[in-house]
C-alpha cells in the first residue's frame, strides 16, 4: 500500500498506481476465491485516498484482470482512467 502513494521523487499517474495495488492484491493474496473482492476494495481505497470516488465499476467487476498477464496492468489502468472520467462527465452534466 505504501507504494501506491503519491510520490514526487516518482510520479506515476494514480490509475497506474490503483491498478498495481489491485494487480498486487490478486497475486499476493492467500485465498483463491477472494482476491477480486479485496484487490477491488483497494482499488477502491487508493482511489478515495485521493480524493475520487467512482459513479460506477462495470469495467472493473466484470473483467477478470491477472498479475501474470502482460496486458492486464495496461488494460485496467486504462478501465479505471475510463471511470474517472465518465464520473467526472456525469459530476459536470447539469441534472
Known sequence: MAESARDTARPLPLTARAARAYLDVCFFHPFDDGNARAAFLT??????????TLDGVILLRRVAFHADE?????????????HIAETRRLAATPA
Open 43 to 52: 482499488l477502491v481505497y487508493v482511489l478515495a485516498r485521493e480524493g475520487i
Open 70 to 82: 502482460p496486458r492486464d496492468p495496461l488494460v485496467l489502468a486504462s478501465y479505471i482512467d475510463t
